[in-house]
């Protein structure tokens, strides 16, 4: 597969590493500081979005040559969003809340070319069964979840277990809607 532009994807995440370079594509990761602050009176389905938007913004400096992907994900129960757990117990507190629940994934992608944004959501329901508190303790002693939305990530020990249901794409949950990125992209692959 190959693009008519350079791609950039403007984040750290091996998770979205793996999926660009799963589905086929070559890029180049450049990451930028970015405010990623947003009010309180923002609807959590506009943060992702709108954080995905504030990391793509800040490149400016790359013409109509360069394709950049920006994302941001969140987890949100109970109208609350479950950010990057900062330790054990927080990470064991945000398990705890979703075993036996339904909660929703939020991913939001910004893509830029030269002068011109499009950005958009994609959502996904996820369901846990019953995590046993041994199963919560094993999954963040042995997988460390400190650098996901959540505590957890799809494609780990606690997915694997414990999600029976997800009602969306797999891949909007592990952090980047590869089939809507595609639609944008298209016009621009050669298969």
């Excluded at 995440?13 to 930028?32: A, D, H, N, Q, T």
């Excluded at 499009?118 to 199963?135: C, W």
């Amino acid at each position: 597969m190959k693009l008519s532009k350079n791609l950039i994807l403007g984040s750290n995440s091996p998770r979205r590493k793996e999926i660009l370079k799963s589905f086929g594509l070559k890029f180049k990761v450049l990451v930028r500081p970015t405010d990623e602050s947003f009010g309180s009176e923002m609807q959590i389905e506009k943060v992702p979005e709108f954080l995905a938007f504030q990391k793509s913004s800040c490149f400016e400096d790359f013409g109509q040559d360069t394709i950049i992907i920006c994302a941001d994900t969140i987890v949100a129960i109970n109208n609350q969003i479950l950010n990057k757990p900062t330790s054990y117990d927080e990470a064991f507190e945000m398990l705890s809340s979703l075993s036996n629940k339904t909660h929703k994934v939020i991913t939001g992608v910004s893509i830029k070319i030269g002068e011109n944004y499009t950005n958009f959501i994609d959502e996904a329901l996820v369901n846990f069964d019953k995590l046993e508190p041994n199963e919560i303790d094993y999954y963040i002693k042995n997988h460390k979840p400190f650098d996901k939305a959540g505590s957890y990530g799809v494609q780990d020990f606690i997915g694997m277990m414990g999600i029976s249901k997800i009602e969306g794409s797999f891949y909007t949950v592990m952090g980047l809607p590869i089939h809507k990125v595609y639609t944008f992209l298209k016009p621009y692959i050669k298969l």
